[in-house]
């Protein structure tokens, strides 16, 4: 007769039932695990042994078979090995073979008995709790399991030793309580930047809609500063981003501690990173910076010196808010709905507009040209705000720190916000929190121009060549200058300023 404990494979951020198999039997001392599994669940075969041996228990001298169900799906990490553990210990008797009926177990072991942290505990809390089941997991996980119900029975031992007791009633686990990482009290402030207020402006424009915003100037002229401190000025996740935002980064392994927050993530990989970094992928799918960004902000500093076959594979994702990683014997679908954030220089010495400069190399122009055209035209019509941070000048450093830091923006961008989602919310479209997410043929609907602003568009339209793309582009942007103000409806001057910002680095070039 063979034990059953039921576990989880996970599918992108989805955690499919697998039921573990445990079946003892005689013949050859052996011990095998089938079920199509990779080089980790194969070494849990001895992770086991070890652990069971620690824990004061030896495996019999018989043939055990581990079977991981269905056969036909690919099983890969660590965390089989407790699952497998309990189904070895309820077959030869050493805690009752009905204990773990109701649960759903995964953790990682270590040689001598303890449970370790792994991967994907909230995704597969949640398909537990979607099931009616319980979960068991390791005690560092515990507050991360804790978060999909509080109704769901969640039991996160320290050892092996530790959860038998708690099976027998000898020890009692108490239910581990949701955990919430704090902040550290220095967070970046849009106080801490003197001068610069048309950058500001710009990006209190994009966090209003979820834009995404390209800065262009030279050095030292503020732009990385500047992106650091837009999560500051973002509205907190609402409980379905926190949700959808927890579970990608599960996945991947990077909730220490099981603490969640509701601060919006905020990745800015280096320029060196590759296609399978920005997008996902590797010989397992794992979710890429685009992912780990869900809901958040993926910054990417010195733009043109990404490769530029990685900078293009984020065309599809700015568009769809998803990513597939697809490979020979897995596809995993990963979320990746990121407000796109780059700072770049004008060339590459970055002094090419800079008052009486001249390239040592080649003219201004061709040094500004070649520079900028390692980016595609694809690529730069993504960005719905474009501007030039000029360098900062003395006078601007010795004046005294802003009145107006990060505060009082985000409780403009928060107004701003919320008149986006109860618009969406009426329009029966809920999963649209932001004017940037909407779709074309609603935002011609909620941002409707009037005679005037129609011929200011056509006429911008035969002026910087504006694609499809890039008139709905506009309009979203108007519409969230206006939702800034407080307007109903769109007027001239919001289509005039989002027009300035649209093809602001657009006029540089043609300029230059």
């Known amino acids: 007769m063979a034990v059953r404990v039921a576990t989880v494979a996970f599918e992108g951020v989805e955690a499919r039932p697998v039921d573990v198999q445990v079946q003892i039997s ?3 001392v052996v011990f095998n695990v089938v079920g199509l599994a990779d080089k980790a669940v194969a070494e849990s075969r001895e992770r086991v042994r070890a652990a069971l041996i620690a824990s004061g228990l030896a495996l019999p001298a018989k043939r055990i078979t581990v079977n991981l169900a269905p056969a036909d799906m690919p099983k890969e990490g660590s965390h089989y090995d407790v699952p497998i553990a309990l189904g070895v210990m309820a077959a030869i008797g050493a805690i009752p073979s009905d204990a ?9 072991l270590a040689l001598d008995g303890t449970l370790t942290p792994t991967a994907g505990v909230l995704p597969a809390a949640v398909a537990a709790n979607a099931r009616g089941l319980g979960l068991i997991c390791p005690s560092q996980c515990g507050p991360e399991a804790a978060w999909a119900s509080s109704d769901m029975e969640v039991i996160a031992p320290r ?3 530790q959860l038998v007791n708690h099976v027998k009633g000898v020890q009692v686990l108490a239910r581990p309580q949701p955990a919430v990482r704090r ?3 220095d967070q970046p402030d849009l106080s801490d930047i003197k001068g610069q207020e048309s950058a500001k402006r710009a990006l209190e424009i994009a966090a209003a809609g979820g834009h995404n915003l390209l800065m262009s100037g030279p050095p030292g002229a503020g732009k990385s500063m500047l992106a650091a401190r837009l999560p500051s000025i973002l509205p907190p996740l609402t409980p379905r981003e926190l949700l959808e935002v927890s579970m990608v980064h599960s996945v991947a392994g990077q909730i220490a501690g099981g603490e969640l927050t509701d601060r919006r993530p905020f990745r800015a990989p280096h320029h060196s990173a590759s296609m399978p970094a920005l997008v996902g992928g590797g010989s397992h799918a794992k979710p890429g910076e685009i992912s780990l960004a869900h809901n958040g902000v993926l910054f990417l500093d ?3 010196e990404f490769q530029p076959q990685a900078l293009d594979s984020l065309r599809q994702p700015l568009e769809t808010g998803e990513v597939a990683v697809s490979r020979a014997n897995h596809r995993a679908v990963y979320p990746a709905r990121f407000q796109l954030v780059a700072a770049m220089n004008p060339c590459r010495c970055g002094h090419a507009m800079d008052p009486g400069y001249a390239c040592k190399r080649q003219p201004n122009e061709r040094c500004v040209a070649q520079y900028q055209a390692r980016l595609s035209g694809p690529l730069l019509d993504r960005f719905d705000v474009q501007i030039e941070v000029p360098a900062v000048t003395a006078a601007d450093l010795v004046l005294p720190p802003p009145s107006e830091g990060s505060r009082q923006v985000a409780a403009r961008v928060a107004r701003a916000r919320e008149i986006q989602r109860a618009r969406y919310d009426a329009l029966s479209l809920p999963r649209v929190a932001a004017n940037a997410a909407a779709p074309a043929a609603v935002i011609e609907r909620v941002a409707r121009l009037d005679a005037a602003g129609t011929a200011l568009i056509r006429d911008a339209s035969e002026r910087f060549g ?7 582009r506009v309009l979203k942007l108007a519409r969230t200058i206006a939702d800034l103000d407080g307007a109903e409806s769109v007027g001239r001057p919001h289509l005039a300023e989002a027009l300035s910002y649209r093809a602001g680095l657009a006029s540089g070039r043609l300029a230059a």
């Open 26 to 28: 005689s013949g050859a």
């Open 100 to 108: 773990l009926e109701g649960f759903v177990v995964l953790g990682e």
């Open 159 to 161: 050892s092996l030793i």
């Open 183 to 185: 902040l550290a009290a």
């Open 302 to 304: 010195e733009l043109p």
């Open 466 to 472: 504006l694609t499809a793309r890039g008139f709905h």
